[in-house]
Nanobody, 122 residues
């Protein structure tokens, strides 16, 4: 099994920044990719970004391109999501997920964290 623990969420004003972290433990060799998804109240879960452990290649949703940046620290088994120029519509619970494929499809990810709340006030 793989355990994922998110941290770094909170309340921020529009235009501000937050950095989320996702620490992976357990049999992380089973995974090649870590992604971030988010779910706002009353909405479906949506893809935000993903990064490959091996080469650091990233994938972003159009809605966050140019504002969010994902990185990883292999030595710490941790990935980061730097979120800049935050907007009220970025408000959601952010989930970290791990899987074998760098994809926007949530059902391709095998392991999920518990989520961290991000609230952006206007």
């Amino acid at each position: 099994q793989v355990q994922l623990v998110e941290s770094g969420g909170g309340l921020v004003q529009a235009g501000g920044s937050l950095r989320l972290s996702c620490a992976a433990s357990g049999r992380t060799s089973r995974t090649s990719v870590v992604g971030w998804f988010r779910q706002a109240p009353g909405k479906e879960r949506e893809f935000v970004a993903a990064v490959s452990w091996s080469d650091g290649n990233t994938l972003y949703a159009d809605s966050v391109k140019g504002r969010f940046a994902m990185s990883r620290d292999n030595a710490k088994n941790t990935v980061y999501l730097q979120m800049n120029s935050l907007k009220p519509e970025d408000t959601a619970v952010y989930y970290c997920a791990a899987g074998r494929f760098r994809t926007i499809l949530s059902d391709r990810y095998d392991y999920w964290g518990q989520g961290t709340q991000v609230t952006v006030s206007s």
